[in-house]
């Protein structure tokens, strides 16, 4: 697989390299996306004194360039190229020699070949570094949705083969080869600079994806992942099976989605895992009055580590290590699962959720979310560092967040975000206030 993914990709470059001159109908575009965030002790909730949780006041702007040929209906070949540069204006560093700048590698985001009705076929087949984003998407994205989390969310590709039986129109089933890696190791930078570390470790998945319509109002998506990690540090090889399904019940402007998954497995050694988790959310549209209002009540339950018993009953998020329910959280998460998930942000685990959401639409172009969350754990920790953590009570504490989004024009869009958690007695009394605030403006041509 790994020399399928260089080839490809020696192709890909050829092909746009040439494609001026052949008989093929090309596409070209480009985005840029400027962001400020403010992080007041989002990593320790102050608790902590190392240089990686000290509070963080920075700039990044992520360019991309894509370029897409198209040979005919059902043979594409895409390609995108991506850096994010990152400007410190806070006491934080990059690095230890005090450089505010981080110039960024200019990395292959995207770069696949699109393959539809194989042999007359209604089998499809998508080869190479790919997004599962959007109409690409599995589910809510609850166990398939970043397989970069170490870069943020600069990309969130997959090396990966997916092949798609298009069943009927409205069954279909996914088999998905994914190989992630540590660093990018399949390609090159086209930029000097230090590769970012991606992923904990080397990383594979195997996955069956089923997608069924039934009627009008009921979807459902039973699935199967068997994911490899790689050891690292002191945490040894995993090999873990993960199976599931999602639902979705629409009708009347109501919709109720849930998800539940079952995890089993072992590491060298022979240490069992088993784990579980899943959520459920019910909401409601009101299209015709003013405003347009929407709202959500949910529940999130991911299975913590018991520490009275020889098993890990920990959750693996597996390639879901992403801001799913909140962007503050995902960085404590760091000090909390180092063992587990490495120095990656998004392990989520251990945590129950109970949030409601509220949403207006001012006009087309603005609309406003605010929502608040109650987090808890569901199992005390043991050993984990006390000067953050309290080793017994299990109240994460309280979550409040608001996000104002306007859309300028088809090409120019923006929004403000803030987030404000306030800790409980799952960390320790010294604990703090966080805040997280960031504002976003984004130009697509």
Known sequence: MRKAVVMLSVVLMLVFATSVYAEVKTDFGASFRLRQEVWDNVVALDTLTS????????FRL?????????????????????????????????????????????????????????????????????????????????????????????????????LTWRITKNNSLDFVYITDTW??????????GNKKQLTASNEQGYVLYSKNKIGDTFNVEPYYIYKIEQAFGTTPKLKINTIGARAVFSQNRWTVKG?????FGEYDGGRDRRAN????????KYPDITLKPEFELGFVYLSGDDPSTPKHEGWNPLFSRAPYWNELIIYTLINETVKDGGPIPGYWTNMLIYKAEAKVSFTDNTKMSAAYSYLGADQA?????????????????????????????????????????????????????????????????
């Open 51 to 58: 240089a990686s949780a000290k509070d963080r006041d920075f």
């Open 381 to 445: 920790t043991s050993g984990l560092n006390p000067a953050m953590f309290s080793n017994s009570g299990k109240g994460r504490g309280h979550m409040l967040q608001a996000m104002l989004t306007h859309k300028f024009n088809k090409n120019l869009d923006g929004f403000l975000q803030a987030e404000y958690f306030i800790p409980k007695s799952f960390y320790n009394d010294n604990a703090k206030n966080a805040l997280f605030f960031r504002w976003q403006l984004q130009y697509r041509i």
């Open 259 to 263: 998800e539940f998954a079952h995890q």
């Open 183 to 192: 660093t990018d190791t399949y390609l090159p930078v086209l930029h000097p």
């Open 62 to 162: 992520r360019a991309s360039l894509w370029g897409k040929a198209s040979f005919n209906q059902d043979i594409t070949l895409y390609t995108k190229l991506t850096t994010e540069p990152k400007y410190q204006i806070g006491s934080y560093r990059v690095n230890a020699k005090g450089d505010k700048l981080d110039e960024d590698e200019i990395i292959f985001d995207n770069i696949y070949a699109d393959f539809k009705n194989i042999f007359g076929m209604p089998v499809d087949i998508r080869l190479g570094r790919q997004d599962f984003l959007g109409p690409d998407a599995f589910g809510e994205g609850f166990l398939l949705l970043d397989g970069t989390p170490g870069d943020g969310s600069r990309t969130f590709y997959f090396n990966a083969l997916r």
């Open 277 to 284: 988790g899943g959520y459920i959310f019910v909401g409601r």
